[in-house]
């Protein structure tokens, strides 16, 4: 019932949920999150928020290294956007209710987390990684989860080359989006700009 409630007031606000997920951990799903955040807030001017629903504390840890102190209260303020730490569904109806128009939604890793809750947003964004050791983990979560859940995401991976990602997509057929490196996630570059643009508006890469 009140997961209901969120969608109806997700829907009566405006605001767009952008579900954001891991295969495994360690694949830069959180920096990604942050990058694109900060695309939102930053360069489209939009009223954003970012909400860790996955408990690994790494929004608390951001907010020390950024603000110098950890305080109780959520959101916590950093540049222009809204970060939520160690958030569930009360916080997300709170940032429902506070008109945010992008409400982003990191559930860390995707084979531990709210998998239903992903899948309900209104974009989802899967982050693996082309590393020799956690590229069989993505392909076997792909070929796994796509046809059973009839339900289509974008994934992205930031580690390995294009040419591992033609391979990967000629070899299993899955295709997947390289996520430009940038080395701080508060700086939105030209390229990274381009890239989100594109990524948001669902224009073919």
């Not at 891991?22 to 954003?48: D, E, P």
């Not at 693996?128 to 994934?155: N, T």
Request: proline fraction near 1%; hydrophobic fraction near 40%.
């Amino acid at each position: 019932m009140e997961r209901k409630k969120a969608r109806q007031a997700a829907v009566a606000g405006k605001a767009r949920l952008i579900g954001i997920a891991g295969i495994g951990r360690s694949v830069g799903c959180t920096h990604f999150a942050v990058m694109l955040l900060n695309y939102l807030a930053g360069f489209q001017r939009k009223k954003a928020a970012l909400l860790e629903f996955n408990g690994s504390g790494d929004l608390e840890r951001l907010e020390k290294v950024c603000t110098g102190r950890i305080r109780e209260e959520n959101p916590c303020r950093i540049l222009e956007a809204d970060y939520f730490k160690r958030a569930g569904r009360k916080e997300l109806e709170y940032a429902l209710e506070k008109g945010y128009e992008e409400i982003l939604i990191d559930f860390g890793n995707a084979e531990e987390g709210d998998w239903a809750g992903f899948l309900r947003c209104d974009r989802q964004f899967l982050i693996g990684s082309f590393s020799e050791w956690q590229q069989e983990r993505f392909r076997e979560f792909e070929l796994k989860k796509r046809p059973a859940e009839k339900k289509s995401w974008q994934s992205l991976a930031v580690f390995g080359s294009e040419e591992t990602r033609k391979e990967f997509l000629r070899r299993y057929r899955i295709f997947t989006v390289r996520i430009p490196f940038s080395a701080d996630a508060f700086a939105v570059t030209k390229e990274c700009g381009r890239f989100f643009g594109r990524l948001l508006t669902a224009e073919r890469f």
